[in-house]
């Protein structure tokens, strides 16, 4: 297995995978979406709401808001050792918020009981308060799965492709292979058509270049075991931490079921 | 109120509402301030692009 990172950021990721079957491809992309525990709102006690949006709604929105989360310190509820689902200081995290209009109430203004665990935007708007108008809420974070519910979904548009692999024999150069190609990589010289290296990876394997040329020179496959990924984190998890996460998420469950087989 | 994230694909957008709306209020190309907020995907754009604020509208029947 080797990974070619080409972008990485804070936030999002790009890199080629290659020397791995699709099956692993897949349940690295399904473990970022699904499989990596986060922290987000699951209980909101209001105490007093006279803002336009209704409890229900500002529920929500609190909900959506993504929480730095330290995986090392947290677990989900369900699996609690130490209360076993009940709610105690190792699996949820109190935020409390009151604010009083006129204003607009920002994601910051929430105020967190371990300073470790802040909103990974501070700029996400709330409600807005006008004149007179109240807000006294205290909000419950858990850690959760992606699979359960969005809000606790790490991965953003995480997804791959398989490395393209284009071939131009024998090109007389009419140029509407690179009329027609929806990425505009195709490139006529005087010696045909040609593909840059850093283009190829642009390439959506959508086969109109073949299709339009008359004399079949050009020819569009793709790399089984090669996968070109491209993922964004909401902020709970850095990019590279939530691939590192999910690996170990599948790591742990192959451990799990090589466990059990060893108990049959 | 904006959705705090893009119902598509989760990507959380409300936090560029605030100076979204300044800058075309200011008078700016929609979709170059989108550009330059760094918002891709049209799932996204349209999230932005399509918003109407209600809450002045209704909080005088509070």
């Keep these: 297995m080797e990974v070619d990172i080409l972008e990485l950021s804070d936030r999002s990721a790009k890199f080629v995978l290659s020397n791995v079957r699709t099956a692993f491809a897949n349940s690295i992309r399904r473990a970022m979406i699904s499989d990596v525990p986060t922290l987000a709102i699951e209980y909101a006690n209001i105490y007093d709401n006279t803002s336009v949006i209704y409890d229900e709604q500002l529920a929500l929105r609190l909900s959506l808001i993504p929480l730095i989360t330290d995986i090392e310190s947290y677990v989900p509820q369900a699996r609690c050792p130490t209360c076993g689902g009940e709610g105690c200081p190792v ?3 109190s935020l409390s918020l009151s604010a009083e209009g006129p204003g607009m109430v920002f994601s910051r203004d929430m105020i ?49 492709k398989n490395m393209p692999i284009v071939s131009i024999e024998n090109c007389d150069a009419c140029g509407k292979c690179a009329s027609e190609c929806p990425k505009g990589i195709i490139h006529i010289e005087e010696s045909g058509a040609t593909i840059s290296e850093e283009d190829l990876i642009k390439c959506s394997i959508c086969r109109l270049c073949e299709r339009m040329c008359e004399i079949s020179a050009i020819k569009v496959s793709f790399n089984e075991s090669a996968f070109v990924f491209t993922m964004e984190s909401d902020g709970s998890y850095s990019a590279r931490d939530l691939v590192l996460n999910a690996a170990k998420v599948i790591k742990g469950r192959a451990e799990e079921l090589v466990g059990i087989l060893d108990r049959l | 109120m904006i959705p705090v994230r893009c119902f598509s694909c989760g990507k959380v957008v409300s936090n560029y509402w605030v100076d979204y709306k300044k800058r075309v209020e200011a008078g700016e190309n929609p979709a170059a ?14 999230m932005l692009l399509s918003h109407v604020e209600l809450v002045d509208v209704l909080s005088p029947y509070q």
């Design chain 1, 91 to 93: 699996c949820e995290v």
């Design chain 1, 112 to 160: 967190s009981s371990d300073p470790k665990i802040q909103p990974a935007d501070g700029n996400i708007p709330i409600v807005d308060l006008k004149k007179g108008q109240k807000l006294v809420l205290e909000a419950i974070a858990h850690m959760g799965y992606g699979k359960d519910s969005v809000k606790w979904q790490a991965g953003i548009a995480c997804g791959y």
């Design chain 2, 33 to 46: 301030v989108m550009d330059d907020l760094g918002i891709t995907r049209y799932c996204c754009r349209r």
